[in-house]
């Protein structure tokens, strides 16, 4: 007697990536400019670990204006390992009494390359991008608007009275 039998073989199906959080973490910080505050941290991860995200932040209880915030992107699949990172710092100073106002603004981009030779050592090389700004938002008649500055130099500092602007290098 000759049946039809079905094969039980599943040749299964094509994989998607799933991330799956690695840690979830939350502390309080001490930061030495924007005091104490909150820090919150994640990491995922792809279940064969060749891509990874790992994101940071840092809320300061005294003003919710000033934040720190990081990510970071790893292919970490073949020999070369590859990471992409962004970085973006916010320092807003307040004095109410003096009536003083800085907002301070830090962004830096950072791309990673790395070659490991052996299990404790690597050939790293990490070129990155950061700019810097400063905004006085005093209460004067005289307000500086921005100063910007890219790598390194002055690319502007400007002064303006509300009936002219003008620039000075």
Known sequence: ???????????????????????????????????LGSM?????????????????????????????IFT?????????????????KVLYAEDSEKFIYHKYLFNRLNLNISYPISKFSRVEISPFFATYKFNDSDNSAYKTLAYDSKIQGW??????KPDQIFSLQ
């Open 72 to 88: 970071e992107y790893s292919y970490l699949k073949h020999r070369f390992d590859f990471r992409v990172s962004v970085d973006r």
């Open 1 to 35: 007697i000759e049946r039809n039998k079905k094969s039980d073989i599943n040749i299964g199906s094509k994989y998607r990536y799933s991330f799956v959080k690695n840690n979830f973490n939350s502390f309080l910080h001490i930061d030495p400019l924007e005091g």
């Open 40 to 68: 919150i941290e994640t990491d995922f991860i792809e279940l064969f670990e060749n891509h990874k995200i790992y994101a940071r932040s840092f809320l300061p209880l005294s003003s919710l204006k000033s934040t720190d």
């Open 155 to 160: 690319t502007g500092f400007f002064k303006y």
